[in-house]
């Protein structure tokens, strides 16, 4: 996708509307681990406009652009998630995993402990009744 704002509209809020936009989406989408955008190398302005949203630059492509100059692009991330780690490290996936394994122990956890105390009280119950 390309999104641009004409010279006229700049410092007007709209990239900062458009850039939100985004973000919001594909956070709420949840299938997203990062954000990559392209900005020539010379335009410190947008760069340092999308650092205010927390894309770094993580990489320079040579010859990236065919009609303008310089040539070269910026590569910018915004990690959406915490960094995935590999060998010893936990990838988004395991982490993922992980923490729907921690959510389904939890779950059956309170489950167990649940019906134990409907049990407890419905046998305090009863043993009160019987006494009557």
Known sequence: MTL?????????????VMVEHVLRHVEKDGNYD???????????????????????????KKHYYKRIEPADAHVLQKNLRPPSLTNGIISHNDRHHQEKINHDKNHHHNQHNEKH?????????DKRNSDK
């Open 4 to 16: 641009g704002c004409l010279s006229p509209y700049r410092r007007l809020g709209v990239g900062t």
């Open 117 to 125: 105390h409907n049990e407890r009280n419905s046998h305090h119950h």
């Open 34 to 60: 990062n954000v990559y955008l392209h900005v020539q190398v010379n335009n410190t302005g947008a760069i340092d406009f999308y650092k205010k949203f927390g894309f770094e630059i993580h990489e320079t």
